[in-house]
């Protein structure tokens, strides 16, 4: 019966394991200290289900270094009432905020109703009051929606802790794997294995689907997989390269880059009709397309001047626009989810590092330090860049915050991780 | 064949194979496609000559020394039903335009080899960008190695 229940255990806790987990290297350069005391419970539930709560809602909060925690230990009270709640208990250990709580047992078939509470320690105020229903079966679920509403009230941005990331692992033994995964690292599902390259995941807005590169055929080609039924689907493109897909944000066409004769231009596919439109033609390279959030313009890489630069593309008046000037590298920009900025890969002397600029300024700021990054991808709340490096021969994801200057990196156990792909916010 | 001669053919094949980089859909037949890979079912002719060239960071262009050992592939190509040109990159930069540039390495060699009088039928070009490297360390060596383009006849 021992041996039964150890097994048991170790089945549950390789699930628990994630092949991602994100590690701190600097904390924000103000780090707010935040108390999570672990929530009660009423009569019938575990008081471990209180204190699992709060641990879970302390590490989401945790996750990108933007906040320090008061370890439970050094708290000198456990309230869950606003009643017996008083600011001196943290303004004594220096917490800036205080998040208690209650899990209540509605019926017997685990539905919890959950109230929490936030409190600004220096101001004296409660900023945050709220409720919420749901299955003990899905304690985390209910946890990353405390977090995100907590996380919005202290900085103002959108909480991201429901969000995912995909991308590409290619294990030491010459496997590559299209995956997914929560953003903390768990819950990876691996939709798909080759023994040929993958390239260039992204995300359908609706987070249902993958656009991706394989070349498990020979050549690089795109497939769209949906990710509830795990089919895949290649589009016909036909040129001798396609690649770089990204979807528009209404989710109804894809931008891409198809060679049809060693020749590689940005072309739009519409998902329903399946047809092609040419959007750049130039004898140069056109890549790396990505779509403005108001979809009325692309920015790409081309080197038609010599070099790879970025530009931009009006998709209705074709009209294009240079907006790289400085380096003799700057490629596969994005833009900032409120259009204003874009973020790119920029190769200064012989480092390829991670920059962002202002569309209205010529200034370009290097947000990285290592000399390997590439494939930055933005969280929707503008706030997080997770990118690839590589340490020795093996590639790992690092991030940074930009409001606080975090960083924090996403090692891998085996084989090199790369290519992140910030899903979008659930669709509301 | 006279020299003059020569040199006009050369001609009549370099506005041929520019001729095929304007129009997208004219020799489209002639390049990879997944229903032309078949050929990589079998398995390689060994020719017993290095199968690849080596290129300048950022660069595509092709040097005496690259242009004398296709020279002396010449024969072997002639006589093979497919020539395989794979194109590759080393890791810096970005992955997709590093795609492209392979690309442009193998169309590089495809288009000496045209010159030579090489069918642009039988030349399948397919890039792999910084997807497949030789060596897997970061520096000057590896990278030198990285960039290249193989060359496989069938």
Known sequence: MKRFFLILILIISNNIFSILEIEIIKGSDNLSKIAFVPFAVNEGLELSQGENLAKLIESNMLLFGEFENLDKAEMLAFPSLEEDFFYRDWKIQGVDFSVIGKINSVNILGNLNISYTLFNINRRIKVLEGEIIGSENNIDGIAKIISNRIYEKITGLKGIFDTKLAYVINSDSDTYQMCISDIDGKNERILFTSKSPIMSPDWSPDRKKIAYVSFENGIAEIFIQDLKTGERDSIQALGMTNSAPVWSPNGKSLALVVSFSGNPDIFLYSIASKSLSRLTNHYAIDTEPSWSPDSKKIIFTSDRSGSPQLYEINTSSKRQKRLTRDGTYNARGRYFPDGKSIFFVHGNNGNFQIATKKLSSRFIQTLTSTSLDESPTISPNGNVIIYATKKGSKGYLGGITLNGKSRFSLPVKNGSVREPAWSPLVNK | ?154
């Open chain 2, 1 to 154: 064949m006279e020299p003059i001669g020569i040199f006009i053919l050369a001609m009549l094949c370099q506005v041929y194979s520019c001729a095929a980089n304007v129009s997208d859909s004219v020799e489209q037949m002639s390049y990879a496609s997944v229903a032309g890979e078949e050929y990589l079912q079998g398995d390689a002719v060994e020719v017993g000559l290095d199968d690849k060239v080596y290129f300048d960071f950022d660069k595509a262009s092709l040097d005496a020394e690259d242009k004398m050992l296709l020279e002396q592939y010449l024969p072997f190509i002639k006589k093979a039903k497919v020539v395989r040109l794979e194109g590759h990159c080393d890791e810096r930069g970005t992955r997709e335009y590093n795609l492209a540039l392979g690309e442009r390495r193998a169309l590089e060699v495809r288009d000496f080899l045209i010159v030579k009088g090489i069918k642009g039928k039988k030349i399948r070009v397919v890039s792999f960008g910084e997807e497949k490297p030789i060596k897997n360390s970061s520096n000057e060596m590896s990278w030198a190695e990285n960039r290249r383009v193989e060359i496989s006849l069938y």
